[in-house]
């Protein structure tokens, strides 16, 4: 089983649409979590840290569920400019990223 | 400020040559990794950096792949005899503290070995 498995994809939303990635992971002892954005052919950079408690930065909101082990990201209100692939990352004594989940927002 | 910086930004070589990947931290980062990813692939893990040393050099491929950083500063990730499959982009980023900081990335070197 992988580390860490995220949805498979691609996600294709019309603007203004919610949608949200799931993302598991099989390693408890993971102490920290991320949500990553990889634009085509760019490199990845951070969306936004997972908490506990979990954290909402304006229309993006992360959800940790350490009981049965997964990470969640909701999109509210999507934008053409949200495209992309979202990668879910976890810190184990390393960075471990997902392979991503592949949005594509259309007008 | 300058972000991370990697050159060469492509390089195609021949099977068996011996190549070097150089990457430019962004100044005061600590940190610094190397990663590999493939065609639709994730981001694998190739080597970590915290100052001049490798607390953790698990995720080298083989023995060809080796890495050194010197000054704290700049890094150089080293294949020897590189094969077809080595072919991919080899991203590198640095950060400020220790795992779990913002790491942020360079554009990438995107290899070829035909």
């Known amino acids: 089983r992988k580390e860490v498995e995220q949805d498979p994809g691609p996600f294709n939303v019309p603007e203004g649409a919610t949608v949200a990635f799931n993302c598991t992971y099989s390693n408890s002892a993971s102490q920290s979590f991320f949500w990553y954005r990889q634009d085509c052919r760019k490199e990845p950079k951070l969306l936004m840290s997972?908490?506990?408690s979990g954290n909402e930065d304006g229309r993006f909101t992360a959800q940790l569920n350490r009981a049965s082990q997964y990470i969640s990201l909701l999109i509210r209100d999507s934008k053409l400019s949200d495209s992309a692939t979202y990668l879910c990352?976890?810190?184990?004594?390393?960075?471990?990223f997902g392979t991503g989940t592949r949005l594509q927002v259309f007008p | 400020g300058a972000g991370v910086s990697q050159s060469p930004s492509n390089k195609v070589t021949e099977k068996g040559k011996d190549v070097e990947l150089r990457c430019d931290p962004i100044?005061?980062?600590?940190?610094l990794y190397w990663y590999r990813q493939s065609l639709g692939q994730g981001l694998e893990f190739l080597i970590y950096f915290q100052g001049n040393s490798a607390p953790d050099k698990s995720g080298l491929p083989s023995d060809r792949f080796s890495a050194e950083r010197t000054g704290g500063s700049v890094s150089t990730l080293t294949i020897q005899r590189t094969e077809q499959r080595d072919s991919a982009m080899y991203r590198c980023?640095?950060?400020?503290?220790?795992?779990?900081?913002?790491?942020?990335f360079g554009p990438g070197t995107r290899l070829t070995v035909l």
């Open positions: 990352v976890l810190n184990t004594d390393k960075l471990i």
């Open positions: 980023a640095s950060s400020l503290g220790a795992l779990g900081s913002e790491q942020f």
């Open positions: 997972v908490y506990s």
């Open positions: 100044s005061g980062h600590t940190a």
